[in-house]
């Protein structure tokens, strides 16, 4: 039976180092130190093309584990705080919001060190689990991606550009403006649609039974707003998508007037970008929305609007957007 690996020892990387100096093989190297001529090609190629040295080597070898095991102890050592950070994951929340609610309490941890807890944990239904309770369930820690596709879709008749917008919008001091898009299901025939408000991040999520083309996202957009009182409803951020053709009718319906971005600009409807992109957790891609009844959709728009936002001080939008209609016009 072969032996179990073992990490290499400072001395056979002191070993290594002199006999790479004195231009031995990696073969000889390996047989006198009982190893692989993989595991010390390995060693070598770790400094990139630089000369090996065992000092700096070994360096990076503590740095690597102290880094693999930092999360790991502090979640390991107290059972009290594993609890609640697997509680609040469950429920979507991100570690940014665990560590600050958890400043009021004797107990504390950073965003990072719950990161760092949730990937060194063994595949299994427990990683599963807590990597599903992150913004984007990646089984691996990514570098961010950039760029964005251009957009190819007609024009939409008489609309207005977001250039035309009034200036107290993008100040997000005076409440009423909101941003919408979909959230496109299966096979791209089914969806959702979201509307966020932009000074409390208060977020309505629209069934749409009877389809996402323009005469249904209208009425269903317009039915979930209508109720709304008038301070909060004043204009409307949208792409360019042809779901909003009725838009006139629309503004006729609810008195809320619709303002386009420019064609591949999402940045331009942020605040709607970052809530579909949370709203994958409960809807991840492929999700057939026929499937999903309205009161699962709602409970999901509930849970969503109760997470406390870092931009909003750790408060809940549901209580910022209370606040505002109670407030008497």
């Given at each position: 039976?072969?032996?179990?690996?073992?990490?290499?020892?400072?001395?056979?990387?002191?070993?290594?180092?002199?006999?790479?100096?004195?231009?031995?093989?990696?073969?000889?190297?390996?047989?006198?130190?009982?190893?692989?001529?993989?595991?010390?090609?390995?060693?070598?190629?770790?400094t990139?093309?630089?000369?090996?040295?065992?000092?700096?080597?070994?360096?990076?070898?503590?740095?690597?584990?102290?880094?693999?095991?930092?999360?790991?102890?502090?979640?390991?050592?107290?059972?009290?705080?594993?609890?609640?950070?697997?509680?609040?994951?469950?429920?979507?929340?991100?570690?940014?919001?665990?560590?600050?609610?958890?400043?009021?309490?004797?107990?504390?941890?950073?965003?990072?060190t719950?990161?760092?807890?949730?990937?060194?944990?063994?595949?299994?239904?427990l990683?599963?689990?807590?990597i599903?309770?992150?913004?984007?369930?990646?089984?691996?820690?990514?570098?961010?991606?950039?760029?964005?596709?251009?957009?190819?879709?007609?024009?939409?008749?008489?609309?207005?550009?977001?250039?035309?917008?009034?200036?107290?919008?993008?100040?997000?001091?005076?409440?009423?403006?909101w941003?919408?898009?979909?959230?496109?299901?299966?096979?791209?025939?089914?969806?959702?649609?979201?509307?966020?408000?932009?000074?409390?991040?208060?977020?309505?999520?629209?069934?749409?039974?009877?389809?996402?083309?323009?005469?249904?996202?209208?009425?269903?957009?317009?039915?979930?707003?209508?109720?709304?009182?008038?301070?909060?409803?004043?204009?409307?951020?949208y792409?360019?998508?042809?779901?909003?053709?009725?838009?006139?009718?629309?503004?006729?319906?609810?008195?809320?007037?619709?303002?386009?971005?420019?064609?591949?600009?999402?940045?331009?409807?942020?605040?709607?970008?970052?809530?579909?992109?949370?709203?994958?957790?409960?809807?991840p891609?492929?999700?057939?929305?026929?499937?999903?009844?309205?009161?699962?959709?709602?409970?999901?728009?509930?849970?969503?609007?109760?997470?406390?936002?870092?931009?909003?001080?750790?408060?809940?939008?549901?209580?910022?957007?209370?606040?505002?209609?109670a407030?008497?016009?």
């Open positions: 039976m072969p032996k179990p690996y073992t990490r290499l020892s400072d001395a056979e990387r002191e070993e290594i180092s002199i006999r790479l100096e004195q231009g031995e093989c990696l073969r000889s190297i390996g047989r006198i130190l009982g190893r692989p001529a993989s595991t010390v090609k390995y060693e070598r190629d770790r990139r093309g630089k000369p090996y040295r065992a000092h700096k080597a070994m360096k990076d070898a503590a740095k690597k584990a102290s880094s693999r095991n930092k999360g790991k102890s502090k979640m390991m050592k107290d059972l009290r705080l594993r609890a609640f950070v697997h509680a609040r994951l469950r429920k979507h929340w991100s570690p940014e919001q665990i560590s600050r609610t958890l400043e009021s309490t004797d107990m504390t941890i950073s965003p990072e719950i990161y760092q807890y949730i990937y060194v944990l063994p595949r299994g239904s990683k599963k689990t807590l599903g309770g992150l913004r984007q369930e990646h089984a691996y820690r990514r570098k961010n991606g950039k760029g964005e596709r251009a957009e190819t879709r007609g024009k939409i008749a008489d609309m207005l550009s977001i250039e035309e917008r009034p200036e107290e919008v993008a100040s997000r001091t005076i409440p009423g403006h941003e919408g898009d979909l959230i496109i299901g299966k096979n791209k025939r089914t969806a959702i649609g979201t509307l966020v408000e932009r000074t409390t991040r208060y977020t309505v999520i629209v069934p749409l039974p009877n389809g996402k083309d323009a005469v249904s996202v209208r009425k269903a957009f317009a039915k979930e707003l209508r109720l709304l009182p008038r301070h909060i409803k004043k204009t409307l951020t792409d360019q998508g042809k779901e909003m053709s009725q838009h006139k009718t629309f503004t006729i319906d609810t008195g809320i007037q619709v303002y386009f971005a420019h064609p591949g600009s999402p940045w331009e409807r942020g605040t709607n970008e970052n809530t579909n992109g949370l709203l994958r957790q409960y809807f891609k492929g999700t057939d929305f026929d499937t999903i009844p309205r009161r699962t959709i709602k409970k999901v728009q509930n849970e969503f609007n109760e997470r406390p936002r870092k931009t909003l001080n750790f408060s809940t939008p549901k209580e910022k957007f209370n606040a505002l209609v407030i008497e016009v």
